[in-house]
């Protein structure tokens, strides 16, 4: 059973300050992603990774950044938060590069004040 | 590039009738389509998907169709149940890729007692 963990699952923080975002997968995937959640936006993609250490933008990569050391852990941050990031956020992984089914976590609520 | 519309943003019904979700996408090269399931306060969890090569796919009460001349798709529910209240998501995707997936708004399916 693939199991995708997001470390915090509700975090409240001040403009200005650097937050962090982990996610780790235990079923060797090669995808990583993360996705940013708004009502009635839909899921936005940010950032995706294919393998370690690379990085690709997604739609909305402004005022975010990601790091992926190692295979299993995906890193989402946020450089200066601000109250406009302020949402739900989604981590994802999937094997392979082929279209599929891609196994998210169970999200971290970001609250920007 | 891609854009997926999805409607209704809210769909309620009586349990035991039939939901149906609609979706349209505006690139014809897209040609896998999945849908996913978010119950309150969990991850999204793919449901059915299909891809461009069938017009209709069914699982037990579920069934998605695919018009590709008309470029929209939509997911049936059949004989609903209070289990499945949640938010739906659509997506669409060239198949080469999971990096280009686009995905709905949303749908929030309330179902009535």
């Known amino acids: 059973d693939v199991k995708v963990t997001q470390s915090s699952r509700y975090l409240v923080k001040r403009t200005g300050e650097k937050v962090f975002l982990e996610c780790v997968q235990d079923?060797?995937?090669?995808?990583m992603f993360w996705y940013r959640q708004d009502p009635g936006l839909g899921l936005r993609l940010i950032y995706f990774s294919y393998d370690v250490k690379m990085k690709e933008k997604g739609d909305i990569p402004e005022g975010y950044s990601v790091s992926r050391e190692k295979k299993e852990r995906f890193s989402l941050i946020l450089e200066s938060a601000s109250t406009n990031q302020t949402s739900m956020y989604l981590c994802a992984s999937t094997p392979g590069q082929r279209t599929g089914e891609l196994f998210f976590g169970e999200g971290s609520r970001l609250t920007v004040l | 590039g891609e854009n997926v519309e999805q409607h209704p943003s809210t769909l309620s019904v009586q349990e035991g009738d039939s939901a149906v979700i609609k979706c349209t996408y505006s690139d014809s090269a897209s040609n896998y389509f999945p849908w996913y399931k978010q119950e309150l306060g969990k991850r999204p969890q793919l449901i059915i998907d299909?891809?461009?090569n069938v017009g209709e796919k069914k699982d037990q009460r579920i069934a998605v169709t695919l018009n590709k001349t008309a470029k929209h798709f939509s997911l049936h529910i059949t004989e609903t149940q209070p289990e499945d209240s949640a938010v739906y998501f659509c997506a669409a995707s060239k198949m080469d890729s999971n990096y280009q997936l686009i995905w709905g708004a949303g749908t929030k399916l309330i179902i009535k007692p």
């Open positions: 299909i891809r461009s």
């Open positions: 079923m060797d995937h090669e995808n």
